[in-house]
């Protein structure tokens, strides 16, 4: 799912004859020419850390973290953006927060989407909100006075119980909590570490007592995609925890359960910005986004990408844009 770029390393061999002072030159000043080159096709994806961006200017960087929804938000971002008049780069498959948030922080990137849930997790280790009102509190809170956010997407990319459409309706499943009279019938398909942590099996059965027997848990390694998607498909498990916005769940006419007590936490799209770029046209424009992004646009925006047509996620954007009204100035 998540891809990165390395940048490319230039070499430049000498030669076994002797050259004159004027070749020598000019053969660095080639591999000058050609590493400066290299450097400028790969700037998209360059350390965004490497320097300290211009907090006080009017031009706007886009980042995104690197992987296909990530990047494809961020392209939302910069397209709607650039609509409403803004000068606007982009510094895409950046990595993981610990190399994307300090960047924000220092304004090497202006604004980048993010998963409140996550990104309250990554500010404050010691935070248990868990529902959207509270992570939205708590995160407001914890952002400090470097970092800002607009308002928060209806749609989230976050862990859920996944049935199929069958056993949904052969159990009368609406909830997790459904899910719990027939716990000794279900295998669960999920990663290792589901087993252990809070939001695993310990919140499923704190939660909605849908208590898993070790024997019934089948760990699946590749985080809710094509092999979990697969096993809950073929019936070699009876439930998955699958990521809310994959395509998979759609394609397959799989069931998200409802999670009323928050089991797992609230994990919605939100622009996280660095504070001096977080201006009122700014916010206006990303907020008139965030207002369209639900789950289930979320989902086609990752189909275009990721499904059959394989759509760059660029050209997906300002599809999206264009279909949602936003191709013209906010206000």
């Known amino acids: ?23 020598t030159r000019f053969i660095a000043a080639a591999a000058a020419l050609a590493v400066a080159m290299i450097l400028s096709a790969c700037g998209g994806n360059s350390d965004p850390l490497a320097s300290k961006g211009d907090c006080g200017g009017d031009g706007l960087i886009v980042g995104s973290a690197n992987f296909p929804e990530s990047e494809t938000v961020a392209e939302v971002y910069a397209e709607v953006l650039r609509v409403n008049g803004f000068k606007v780069d982009t510094k895409l498959n950046i990595g993981s927060r610990e190399a994307y948030v300090p960047a924000v922080r220092q304004c090497a990137i202006s ?16 935070a248990t909100a868990t529902s959207a009102a509270e992570v939205n509190t708590a995160l407001t809170k914890a952002l400090g006075s470097d970092l800002a956010i607009g ?11 996944v049935v199929t459409k069958a056993t949904a309706e ?14 000794a019938e279900v295998k669960f398909g999920a990663p290792a570490e589901f087993q252990e942590r809070a939001g695993g099996l310990p919140g499923l059965k704190k939660n909605y007592n849908l208590d898993i027997a070790a024997n019934n848990f089948v760990p699946i390694a590749d985080g809710g995609g094509p092999a979990t998607v697969r096993a809950l ?18 394609q397959n006419n799989l069931v998200v359960l409802e999670d009323p007590k928050h089991n797992f936490p609230a994990q919605n799209v939100v622009p996280l910005f660095n504070t001096a770029k977080k201006t009122d046209k700014a916010l206006a424009a990303l907020n008139a986004a965030s207002a369209k992004l639900t789950t289930a646009e979320l989902i086609k925006l990752n189909e275009a990408v990721s499904g059959a047509s394989k ?12 279909a949602q009204g936003l191709n013209t100035p906010t206000g």
């Open 111 to 126: 604004v980048i989407p993010d998963y409140n849930g996550n990104l309250l997790q990554y500010l404050d280790k010691t």
């Open 233 to 250: 498909v073929e019936g070699q498990v009876t439930a998955a925890d699958i990521f809310t916005t994959s395509p998979a769940i759609t």
């Open 311 to 322: 759509t760059e996620p660029k050209a997906a954007a300002a599809a999206w844009v264009t």
């Open 170 to 183: 052969r159990w009368n499943l609406h909830s997790i909590a459904d899910l719990a009279a027939h716990a």
């Open 151 to 161: 308002t928060p997407a209806p749609g989230e990319d976050s862990d859920a119980v």
């Open 1 to 23: 799912m998540k891809t990165s770029i390395t940048p490319h390393a230039a070499r430049h061999g000498r030669s076994a004859l002797r050259l004159t002072l004027r070749a």
